[in-house]
């Protein structure tokens, strides 16, 4: 497969819908695919850890919370700028 990148030619939806079907043809169906694997070994873990640091974040700011450090937060930064 060949992707060229020119300046002077615009992005149509008509060339990518004609690559598409060329690829189709040409190669088969799995071959729109081709690469998804290694992209999803890269991206999963990272969507996983963002997801479970951003639960841990929000039980740990929320204000209604017990162990919440929001208030202690708060309380820090008035004290240093009434300083």
């Given at each position: 497969?060949?992707?060229?990148?020119?300046?002077?030619?615009?992005?149509?939806?008509?060339?990518?819908?004609?690559?598409?079907?060329?690829?189709?043809?040409?190669?088969?169906?799995?071959?729109?695919?081709?690469?998804?694997?290694?992209?999803?070994?890269?991206?999963?873990?990272?969507?996983?850890?963002?997801?479970a640091?951003?639960?841990?974040?929000?039980?740990?700011?929320?204000?209604?919370?017990?162990?919440?450090?929001?208030?202690?937060?708060?309380?820090?930064?008035?004290?240093?700028?009434?300083?």
């Amino acid at each position: 497969m060949v992707i060229a990148v020119s300046s002077v030619r615009r992005y149509s939806l008509r060339g990518a819908i004609r690559f598409l079907r060329r690829s189709f043809v040409n190669e088969g169906f799995f071959s729109l695919w081709r690469g998804n694997s290694a992209t999803l070994v890269r991206i999963v873990p990272f969507a996983a850890i963002q997801y479970a640091s951003h639960e841990q974040w929000k039980q740990v700011l929320n204000p209604r919370n017990d162990r919440s450090v929001l208030p202690c937060l708060i309380m820090t930064c008035k004290y240093k700028l009434a300083e």
